[in-house]
């Protein structure tokens, strides 16, 4: 079992820059795949970006590709999510997931067993 915490929502200007965390508890986080997903208001739980037990393979979805970057410390078991040229459009409560398959790349939240309880990230115009 993992438990998830993710932090470092907040309110920033359009072009700004958050940097959020997920902490993970449990002795098998590095075994673990690990994502983020988004959810605005009034839309689907949308797939940000995800990376593989080792940190070795990313994947992004189109719309944050070259803004956002993904990365994990398992010596921490934590992974983040840099946001940088943040824009309204990117304004949602963002999830951070898990998934037991540690080289999975999967975009489908099905494929996610473990989630946390959302961080709030509003980017005004």
């Known amino acids: 079992q993992v438990q998830l915490v993710e932090s470092g929502g907040g309110l920033v200007q359009a072009g700004g820059s958050l940097r959020l965390s997920c902490a993970a508890s449990g002795r098998t986080f590095s075994s673990y795949a690990m994502a983020w997903f988004r959810q605005a208001p009034g839309k689907e739980r949308e797939f940000v970006t995800c990376?593989?037990?080792?940190?070795?393979?990313?994947s992004y979805a189109d719309s944050v590709k070259g803004r956002f970057t993904i990365s994990r410390d398992n010596a921490k078991n934590t992974v983040y999510l840099q946001m940088d040229s943040l824009k309204p459009e990117d304004t949602a409560v963002y999830y951070c997931?898990?998934?037991?398959?540690?080289?999975?790349?999967?975009?489908?939240?099905?494929?996610?067993?473990?989630w946390g309880q959302g961080t709030q990230v509003t980017v005004s115009s």
């Open positions: 990376i593989t037990w080792s940190g070795a393979t990313t």
């Open positions: 997931a898990g998934n037991r398959y540690s080289t999975s790349t999967s975009r489908g939240a099905d494929d996610y067993a473990y």
